[in-house]
């Protein structure tokens, strides 16, 4: 997965949390395909992120949050595989989280994203906030 993409289905996720009321329509448009496209183009997947404090591990209340929305809607959907995309440690910290949400351990699967390929990029050197992040997809 290419960071564009990547980033793409962070700010996807990000905005569906944000603005739940306008997620069929942001979906309708994502998925929106040229009348000239095949039916078998692949569909973006919602996706949950999770945000963490610079230096931290910590979840915030507002990263449980997101996470038990994330747990309740894998369930509801009997998802048999939940991503779970981001550094090591903080994927680590997302999955424990899940794991107390009652989703099942063995349908998490981790994909590790390491520092030296971040998201964003700043000019100034800065840790942007979404290279601190967590995506939960399924």
Excluded at 5 to 33: E, K
Excluded at 85 to 98: I, N, P, T
Aim: no cysteine; hydrophobic share 50%; glycine share 6%.
């Amino acid at each position: 997965m290419t960071r564009t993409i990547l980033a793409a289905a962070l700010l996807a996720g990000s905005a569906a949390l944000l603005a739940p009321a306008l997620t069929a329509n942001a979906q309708n448009l994502a998925t929106a395909a040229p009348s000239n496209a095949s039916a078998d183009v692949a569909k973006p997947r919602p996706g949950y992120v999770v945000f963490f404090e610079r230096g931290s591990t910590e979840l915030s209340p507002t990263a449980n949050g997101t996470i038990r929305l994330a747990a309740d809607a894998s369930r509801a959907k009997k998802a048999s595989i939940v991503r779970v995309v981001g550094r090591a440690d903080l994927a680590e910290a997302v999955k424990a989280a899940l794991v107390l949400q009652g989703v099942r351990p063995t349908s998490i699967a981790l994909v590790g994203r390491d520092d030296t390929g971040p998201i964003v990029r700043a000019s100034t050197g800065a840790v942007e906030p979404v290279n601190r992040s967590v995506l939960i997809a399924f």
